[in-house]
C-alpha cells in the first residue's frame, strides 16, 4: 500500500522529508484498495492526533471489533 503512494510522489521526482511522506500516506489510506473504511478512520485520527502508538492501535481496533460484532447481531 505505502508503496503504490510512494511511486506517485516520486515520481515526479520532488524529493520529500518522511513526515510529508506520512502525512500524503494518511491523508490517502481511506482510497486505498482493500482498505477497510473504520479502520482506515482509525489510523488516520490517530496519526493526525499524533497518538500513533501500539496500545492506541491495539484499543482502537479492538473497539471496531467489537463494533462490527455488533452489528453482525
Known sequence: MIGII?????????????SQILDDF??????LPKINSKVA??????YEKGKLTDTNVKNELQ???ES????KN
Request: aromatic fraction near 10%; proline fraction near 0%.
Open 68 to 71: 462490527n460484532d455488533a452489528d
Open 63 to 65: 473497539t471496531v471489533r
Open 6 to 18: 510512494l511511486t506517485k510522489k516520486f515520481m515526479n521526482n520532488e524529493i520529500k522529508s518522511g
Open 26 to 31: 494518511f491523508n490517502e489510506i481511506e482510497q
Open 41 to 46: 478512520k482509525v489510523f488516520k485520527s490517530l
